[in-house]
């Protein structure tokens, strides 16, 4: 039971930027369905009014819980989870500056002295304002004030944090910048310094900055990606769009479940499992409604190709998830993105409301035999809602910590039904198989792992982006591909599948990236991060950043994790300042029994591999050795 109550009143403008998200969602609920769809905007609605005015105030709060009929506690709880919503007064412009392992490398602990010296200290966490800013009343910006209400406020403050990694380690060092007001200004950029950080704290639009975008043979995820307006479905349409669903529905759910099969197409995202099987399961289950979800909520420091095709080629998505609509029966689809992608945001929005005016999304009409909508969610900075039942539950309105499997979603997943969950870039793959066939599909790659993959490659080479190459083909020439290390100093090591995968050596140049060849070298493709390190990057700072990164994103759940993390971090700090617990050995095997603990159990993939990158490359790169040498 929930013994308290908020007597606060939400202002005018929070009021106004609430009730627009929960537009005919007042009264009692007629049935518990609509009582689960109601609770689902809670998210959504915290999100409105932090845009509206800075942060989440208790007013807004309370006016969010009664149209909700949410208890109090319990949508705190929520908004306490996500990093990226403030809970007491802070400047209504606010600036995010990523320094993770990507943007340390490349300059971000000099862009985050130079924030502190021009705007004081760092928030101590993103969700939590900076002290002097709390009693300061003009930490709003009142649009009705502004000769143009539309135009951004004019903060009379900034504010800033420390930000886990952007997913623009392509264009590092990166910054996140909002601008409260009533039409909220958002953006995220890379090449940030000072200055460009500023402007955008002023209300000033940022050029974006430049990265690669490059194919080794056959460019399939890339297609399109950097060469047809993103913006315009004729443009999507002139370029080949929609042929995939066409084809769809000519050779039937079946034929377009066995057409996926066939490719041996699996999950992008890290999991790997078989595409096919996952839309067959859900698909065959007598119980409906069943839906279908996009995770875009890609958090993985070091990983940022989703971000590129959702950018660059969000009608691909749209076309994907019809498709997979259509053969697994679902009616409603969601597209789950992460809260740092803006202007991805902004582009799946625009696809979607297109798609529906063209007949392509909706009712069954105009020839289109089946029905299917998809509705676009963002998140607030939570990795573990990369977890699909982290995901669901943050869907549905509840805090984002993962659920006990079984029962998997394919059987019980959002709202309790049975859920397709796909990440991006195994949902844009669709495309391809089903408009050419499968054997077309495998002429590429091995046979293994047939087709081209996607790979994020930051860190020390002259060409940081995104790269599509035939699996199969060897981690130098990729490295290559990206133009070579990219100063003098020899190569130290590279870390692979983001910081849930795992650190190679130099030896490992000529490993084949396939999903086979990764296994039995011990390594993972994971979310397809290829991190390099020569030697001018210290490693231990980096491994520690690792450790740091799951002790912040473990949810807390289960101890396991929620110990183990910390234990880890703070293992690796005796190391790092001369004070181990006995010897190097000693320290060595208590990490190997900390991340054997967590694999064994903890609930999730964030505690089974939060150890495995800090555990290789104690082994392959020897980085306390090599310091004490």
Request: proline share 7%; net charge neutral.
């Amino acid at each position: 039971m929930d013994l308290k109550h908020l007597e606060a009143k939400a202002s005018a403008d929070e009021r106004d930027a609430i009730d627009a998200v929960l537009a005919g969602n007042a009264g009692e609920p007629a049935n518990r369905r609509e009582a689960l769809a109601r609770r689902s905007l809670l998210l959504p609605a915290l999100l409105a009014a932090q845009g509206r005015v800075g942060y989440v105030s208790e007013g807004a709060l309370a006016h969010i819980c009664r149209s909700l009929g949410v208890p109090p506690a319990e949508a705190w709880g929520v908004a306490s989870f996500y990093a990226l919503l403030a809970l007491a007064p802070r400047p209504a412009a606010f600036a995010h500056i990523c320094d993770d392992i990507a943007c340390r490398a490349q300059g971000a602990e000099e862009l985050c002295g130079a924030m502190e010296r021009a705007h004081g200290p760092a928030a101590t966490h993103a969700h939590r304002a900076d002290p002097q800013h709390r009693a300061d009343p003009q930490h709003r910006a009142d649009p009705q004030h502004r000769a143009d209400p539309h135009a951004p406020p004019a903060a009379t403050s900034y504010g800033w944090a420390r930000s886990p990694c952007l997913g623009l380690c392509d264009q590092a060092p990166a910054a996140m910048v909002s601008v409260a007001g009533r039409r909220c200004v958002e953006q995220a950029f890379g090449a940030a310094d000072i200055a460009r950080v500023e402007a955008a704290l002023g209300g000033a639009r940022v050029a974006p900055a430049r990265y690669a975008l490059e194919a080794s043979g056959p460019r399939r995820l890339l297609a399109r990606a950097g060469r047809v307006d993103p913006r315009s479905i004729e443009a999507y349409a002139a370029s080949g769009g929609w042929l995939a669903l066409e084809r769809a529905l000519v050779i039937g759910r079946e034929g377009v479940i066995g057409e996926l099969n066939a490719a041996k197409l699996v999950g992008r995202g890290g999991a790997a499992f078989p595409t096919g099987r996952k839309w067959e399961a859900v698909s065959k289950t007598p119980e409906g409604p069943r839906y279908l979800v996009c995770n875009a909520d890609e958090s993985e420091p070091g990983t940022f190709k989703d971000r590129v095709l959702l950018e660059e080629d969000p009608f691909a998505l749209i076309e994907a998830m019809a498709i997979g609509g259509y053969a697994t029966g679902a009616e409603q689809g969601y597209i789950y993105l992460r809260g740092e992608y803006p202007l991805a945001a902004e582009r799946l929005e625009n696809a979607i409301q297109s798609a529906r005016a063209a007949g392509r999304l909706g009712p069954a009409h105009a020839g289109k035999p089946f029905a299917f909508d998809i509705e676009l969610r963002r998140g607030a900075g939570a990795y573990i809602c990369g977890e699909e039942t982290a995901l669901c539950a943050s869907i549905e309105g509840f805090r984002g910590e993962p659920r006990t499997k079984p029962p998997f979603p394919v059987h019980q997943g959002l709202f309790g039904k049975p859920t397709a969950i796909n990440n991006v870039e195994t949902l844009v793959a669709v495309i391809d198989i089903v408009r050419d066939g499968a054997a077309a599909y495998a002429a590429v790659g091995t046979a293994g792992s047939p087709g081209t993959k996607l790979f994020c490659v930051s860190g020390t080479v002259r060409r940081p982006g995104v790269y599509e190459v035939p699996f199969g083909t060897r981690l130098g020439e990729l490295i290559e591909l990206a133009g070579g290390l990219s100063g003098p100093a020899p190569l130290q090591g590279i870390l692979l599948g983001g910081a849930a995968g795992v650190f190679v050596g130099p030896d490992k140049l000529a490993l084949p990236l396939s999903f086979e060849d990764a296994r039995a070298a011990g390594a993972t493709l994971g979310s397809g991060v290829v991190f390099v390190l020569d030697e001018s990057i210290p490693l231990v700072p980096t491994l520690r950043r690792i450790a740091a990164f799951f002790r912040d994103e473990s949810c807390g759940q289960c101890v396991p994790c929620r110990v183990g993390t910390v234990r880890q971090e703070e293992l690796l700090a005796r190391l790092a300042n001369g004070k181990p617990r006995g010897d190097l050995a000693a320290e060595r095997a208590l990490l190997a029994e900390l991340g054997q603990a967590m694999r064994d159990a903890s609930i999730c993939g964030l505690g089974q591999t939060a150890s495995s990158a800090i555990e290789s490359a104690l082994v392959q790169l020897q980085p306390f050795v090599k310091s004490s040498r």
